[in-house]
Structure formats: structure tokens, C-alpha cells
């Protein structure tokens, strides 16, 4: 996101609260997507799936269109990296997850 016009966060944040939730929320093979972003700096959005062949499936499709995706047309360039891996654990606090675009961490 260094190139990116200003104000290309709140447009994302706005995206992302509109669009991509439900979207994702529904996505089977999915366990979840976090997205995070430094303003002005860069943007990313990270999946965790019940299995490599589902991550697979999904990176191949994700591959296929992100030259026309939301993301790209709001930042204005294509992905720098794009890296499969694997996740040992994750751990539920109790303040549990939220559900929305908007918090910091």
C-alpha cells in the first residue's frame, strides 16, 4: 500500500464490513480470514483452512482473478506475496473473536 491514494484503508475497511464478512463467513473449507494492514504501508489478508487441498483449491481460484479482484482495484497493485503455510495451533482467549472489520491489535 505505499503507492496507494490516500484514504485506500477506510475504503477497505468499508469493503470488507459490506462485502467481504459474508462472504468469507460462508466459505466452505474455511476456518478463518483475518485481515491486517498498516496504513500506508502494506495490507494482507491471511486464511486458515481445514485442509492443504481446500487452501489449494482456494489459492488456485484466488490466483486466477486477483489481476481484477476488490483488494487489488482499492490498493491499486497485485499481491506482492502469496504463501502457502501451516498453522500449529491457535488459541481462543477469553475475550473471544469479534466479528467485524474494525480493532486493533
Do not use: C, N
Not at 499481491?79 to 474494525?102: C, D, K, Q, T
Amino acid at each position: 500500500m505505499t503507492d496507494a491514494p490516500v484514504g485506500t484503508l477506510e475504503r477497505l475497511h468499508a469493503f470488507i464490513e459490506e462485502e467481504s464478512l459474508a462472504r468469507f463467513a460462508g466459505m466452505d473449507g474455511l476456518r478463518h480470514k483475518t485481515w491486517r494492514a498498516r496504513d500506508g504501508e502494506w495490507f494482507e489478508g491471511t486464511y486458515v483452512f481445514v485442509s492443504a487441498e481446500a487452501r489449494a483449491e482456494f489459492q488456485e481460484e484466488f490466483e486466477a482473478s486477483v489481476a481484477t479482484a476488490a483488494g487489488t482495484r482499492l490498493i491499486g497493485s497485485l499481491p506482492i506475496l502469496i504463501e502457502p503455510y501451516e498453522v500449529v495451533a491457535v488459541v481462543r482467549g477469553p475475550a473471544g473473536f469479534r466479528s467485524s472489520a474494525r480493532f486493533e491489535s
